[in-house]
């Protein structure tokens, strides 16, 4: 009964393999070109980010010190 149980689980474990392989030919990766491409937006936004959380940053800390030292 157990070797039945084996051979059930192998074969579903087999066609789950299957399975992924046939998905991942579906896939369309992206060119190289398109991965600069995105990579270069990605840090570019991250940067526009750093830069408006450090002026915020900077607006807040003059603010402080206006109230602390009035």
Same mark, same amino acid.
């Given at each position: 009964m157990a070797k039945k149980k084996e051979k059930k689980d192998k074969k579903k474990k087999e066609g789950f393999l299957k399975g992924i392989k *046939?998905? @991942? =030919? =579906? $896939? *369309?990766?992206?060119?190289? =070109?398109? +991965? +600069? =491409?995105?990579? $270069?937006?990605? @840090? $570019?936004?991250? +940067?526009v980010i750093m830069l408006f959380f450090q002026l915020l940053n900077l607006g807040l800390s003059v603010i402080k010190g206006v109230f602390n030292n009035g």
């Open positions: *046939t998905e @991942l =030919k =579906k $896939v *369309t990766w992206p060119s190289k =070109k398109d +991965i +600069i =491409k995105y990579s $270069v937006a990605t @840090l $570019v936004f991250c +940067i």
